[in-house]
Every structure is written in C-alpha cells, then in structure tokens.
C-alpha cells in the first residue's frame, strides 16, 4: 500500500519541519507532498533542504502564488493519482492536527472499510483545544447548519484532517469542485456522500496552531454559508454516477 500526505502550506516555515520530521517518525511508511503557494516566508527552501535527507519520501509542488486550499489539493489529488497512490491523506501544516492520528485514519480506511475517513472534532462531544469561545460555536454550529442544508450523517462537516482511498478520487470529476477556501472541504464530502461512497469519522483532539498565522477568514464562512445552499440546489440536477 502505497501512502501520501498533502499538505497545503503558505508562510508555515515555523512548522513544516518539525511536522516532517515527525510525521517520519511514525511507525507506518507515509510519504508527504507539500503543496506550497510561494510563500514569501521560505517554506519552500526548508522543504527542499529536507527532500535530501527524505529523497524517496518528501515531494513538493511548487504553484506560483497564493491560489486557494481547494486548488491546492486538487492540484495535490491529482499528482497522488499519477503517481499510484491507494490512501490520499490532507493535513495541516500547523500541528492542530496530530500526526498520530494518521494512524488511525489510515486504519479506518484499511481495516474498517471506510472509503472517506475524517478526523471528527465533534464526533464525541467538542473535541477543540486554544480555541476562544466564539470560534468554538461558529464552527460546530457551522457543520450543523451543513448538516441541515444537505442530509449529511456526518457531524464535522469542515473537517479538513482526512483519509481518502484511491477510488473515491478517482471517481469525483474535480471540474465539478468549485469552492477554493476551506467550504471545499464540505463539498468533497457531500460530493463523496452523494456517489455513495462510506464515510466514516474518526474522533480527534483538534488544538489551534501554537506558531503561525491562521489563514481564517470571514470570507471563508461567507462562501460556506451561501454556498453550501447552491450546492446542495445544484445537486438536484446532477447525476452521481461512477463513470
């Protein structure tokens, strides 16, 4: 089985090592593809120096400027594709994601048939650490407005820390995922949902990055609010068939 993890990243050079490294250390043979938007930070130059340590398993793509998350993984799905990948992760570079939890994604996928395995911060409760109050409600009430809107089971719907298998890429047209910010990460999942493919949540402890500068903004819940109901209006005229 062949594993890779993408991860976006834009002025992380506080973090994109020690995630590499650790995520090396993990007692599974993950490989990494970094995704990097010119950060005027030198994300770049870090990653480059490390692909020497890691030759066989640290890879970059390079883009030429800050162009959105969404087009980043596409960018990132379609290189794992390419390159014969069976598990397709997404990660954050900043550590609210726990590198041991690929583990356990990667399990839920192999073990417990999930075709979608998501990081749940709100599986068992509201699993979120070093987030202010007001973050906290705005997102879980988020995912609950998406539930709402489109039927979804799935209770962290903007949950971005996620284990696909090859198939479920496979079969979801990317000219059809229109959303850039972090709403995309709904729509790969209602689009996921609506093939028909097992999506499956696995609980996490989410904690807010210690070092960095968050990439949230209010223009991001705006396109999630208001596009989460064209999306779903638009489903009404689609047909979700493997081809």
Known sequence: ????????????QENIERMIRRVFTLPRDFHILIVDDNSPDGTASIVKRLQDVY????????RSGKQGLGTAYI??????????YDYIFEMDAD?????????????????????????????TGVNVINWPMSRVLMSYC???????????????????????????????????IHFKGYAFQIEMKFTA???GFNLVEVPIIFCDRSAGTSKMSGGIFNEAFWGVVVMKWKSFFRKYRAE
């Open 142 to 176: 988020a995912s609950k407005y998406v539930r709402w809107v489109t039927r979804m089971k799935v209770r962290d719907t903007t949950a971005g820390f996620k284990c696909y298998r090859r198939k479920v890429l496979e079969t979801i047209p990317f000219e059809r």
């Open 193 to 195: 949902w609506k093939f």
């Open 55 to 62: 030759p066989d398993r640290l890879f970059m793509l390079e």
């Open 75 to 84: 960018a990132g799905f379609e290189w794992a594709l390419e390159q014969g």
């Open 1 to 12: 089985m062949k594993n890779v993890i993408i991860i976006p990243t834009y002025n992380e």
């Open 95 to 123: 550590f609210s994601h726990n590198p041991d939890d690929l583990i356990r994604l990667h399990d839920a996928c192999v073990n417990d048939r999930a075709d979608l395995a998501i990081g749940s911060r709100y599986i």
